[in-house]
């Protein structure tokens, strides 16, 4: 995909699936991805008048969810719920605006098998979450296990790609 398949005041021709509890800047992100563009150029030509997706998840005006409803032809309801917008503010302080520091694994794994790489959901960032809301899978907390997750599953994915004995060593290697 190239950037000249965007074209100007047209939807995408090619929308991906959000996953369920998914974050408006991961799913907005993955499209980035998708059509392998930059986020600025990716930001400028949805006109949302900023360049930081992350915001959109805490903030977000109704010219701007009038925007992502043209572009990728979704609900508006969809779109907000999507984001922490819709929050009492007294949870404000909860809601993490760097990276999350909880995952779930299960989802984490579930997303990776769908080819939904990047998936970043909402509940990630919510400090009062304790168990995912999508598969009731207790949350892990620690970056440490964020990474170790990651290259476990791009173990398995090679593995499942290769199918090789060779991908087989290399899991047990690294010791997950
Ligand atoms: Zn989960």
């Not at 509890?21 to 563009?37: I, P, T």
Request: one cysteine or more; glycine letters at 6%.
């Amino acid at each position: 995909m190239t950037t000249s398949l965007i074209v100007e005041e047209r939807p995408l021709p090619v929308i991906l699936q959000p996953a369920r509890d998914e974050l408006l800047s991961s799913w907005l992100r993955r499209h980035v991805a998708f059509y392998g563009v930059t986020e600025p150029i990716f930001t400028s030509w949805l006109r949302l008048g900023t360049k930081n997706l992350r915001s959109l998840d805490g903030q977000l005006g109704l010219d701007q969810v009038a925007r992502i409803v043209e572009k990728f032809r979704c609900d508006p309801n969809a779109v907000l719920e999507m984001t922490h917008a819709p929050l009492p503010a007294e949870f404000a302080p909860l809601v993490r605006s760097s990276k999350p520091r909880q995952f779930c694994r299960s989802c984490w794994d579930r997303h990776l098998a769908a080819d939904a790489q990047g998936v970043v959901m909402k509940s990630w960032r919510e400090g009062w979450r304790v168990t995912c809301p999508v598969c009731g899978s207790p949350l892990c907390r620690k970056a440490i296990s964020l990474a170790a997750a990651t290259i476990r599953s791009a173990t398995r994915a090679l593995f499942q790609r290769t199918g090789t004995l060779r991908g087989k060593e290399r899991t047990s290697s690294i010791g997950i």
